[in-house]
């Protein structure tokens, strides 16, 4: 697996470009912000972006969704519960002061346990409503690799005071869902440093196992 995770403006959401070493194929996990950043990534590591896939569909997770849409034609993927909260970008954008850019309605509509295959690889969407109803974490197996957006963070969870946040539901997805991969799965926060999963196991403030 080839992978890069960098923050990007403007609340240093990771972004991270995931490619298969042999097809050259990519997926762009939540493209926050700084278009011109990721392409340019993307073109130093040789990679062609077939999807843009979204975590969920917070204001801080897509602003650049669009402009890569416009430049590499990929498919713009989210789970279907998070689409009143897609179509309400604008406002979100405006409580926050940040400007808006127009960013199309999504391709495809992610199911849960569906596989998401980059070239001849291959992880598991996992829908882990909590943070948001319709947030995703990706995982690959054979990289023991999880991509958890807002829904686990090190010694943390996402929020659950925004638009459609429910700490019960986020407890229920981090138990069931994600503190039953193995415990030296690496898991890439939505925002800050990557962690493990048998450290927020056991060191987790919010929920342990």
């Given at each position: ?7 990007v ?13 042999i ?11 700084a278009?011109e ?25 897509f ?28 406002m ?22 569906e ?24 995982h ?70």
């Open positions: 697996m080839i992978r890069k995770t960098f923050s403006p403007p609340l240093g959401c990771n972004c991270s470009i995931i490619g298969d070493p097809t050259k194929q990519a997926i762009v996990v939540d493209p926050g912000g278009p950043r990721i392409l340019q990534e993307v073109r130093a590591m040789g990679l062609t972006v077939v999807s843009i896939v979204h975590t969920h569909a917070h204001f801080d997770h602003l650049a969704s669009g402009a890569m849409k416009q430049a590499t034609g990929a498919t713009l993927c989210l789970h279907p519960d998070d689409l009143p909260l897609w179509n309400i970008l604008e979100q954008c405006r409580m926050f002061g940040v400007p808006y850019v127009p960013v199309p309605q999504p391709d495809y509509w992610l199911k849960d346990e596989c998401v295959a980059i070239g001849e690889m291959e992880g598991i969407a996992l829908h882990t409503p909590g943070h948001t109803p319709g947030s995703m974490c990706f690959f197996p054979a990289a023991k690799l999880l991509v958890a957006g807002d829904t686990l963070f090190r010694g943390g969870i996402g929020r659950t005071d925004l638009w459609g946040g429910d700490f019960d539901a986020i407890e229920q997805s981090i138990r069931e869902r994600l503190y039953t991969l193995d415990e030296d799965t690496a898991v890439v926060t939505g925002h800050g440093a990557d962690t493990e999963i048998g450290r927020e196991r056991e060191t987790n403030s919010f929920v342990r196992a």
